[in-house]
C-alpha cells in the first residue's frame, strides 16, 4: 500500500493553519493593541527624524582628487 505524502503534509498544514486562525481570532484585542503600540512608537520616531543634506558633509574633504 502506498502512502501519499503530499495528503499527510496537507492535513499537516491546514491544522497548523487552523490553530493559527484559532490563536489570532481568540486574541484579537491584545493584538491590534499591539499593533496600535507599534504603530505610535514607530510614528513618534518618524517625527524625530531630520534631514540633513549638508553639501559639506558629502563631498569627501580627505579624497586626493578633491584636495
Known amino acids: 500500500m502506498v502512502r501519499d505524502v ?16 484559532r490563536w489570532l481570532f481568540g486574541n484579537r484585542i491584545p493584538i491590534l493593541a499591539a499593533f496600535v503600540l507599534i504603530s505610535i512608537f514607530l510614528g513618534w520616531h518618524a517625527v524625530q527624524l531630520r534631514p540633513m543634506a549638508s553639501f559639506e558633509k558629502m563631498v569627501p574633504a580627505k579624497h586626493p582628487y578633491v584636495a
Do not use: C, G, P
Open 6 to 21: 503530499d495528503l499527510d503534509h496537507h492535513r499537516k498544514v491546514r491544522s497548523l493553519e487552523a490553530a493559527a486562525e
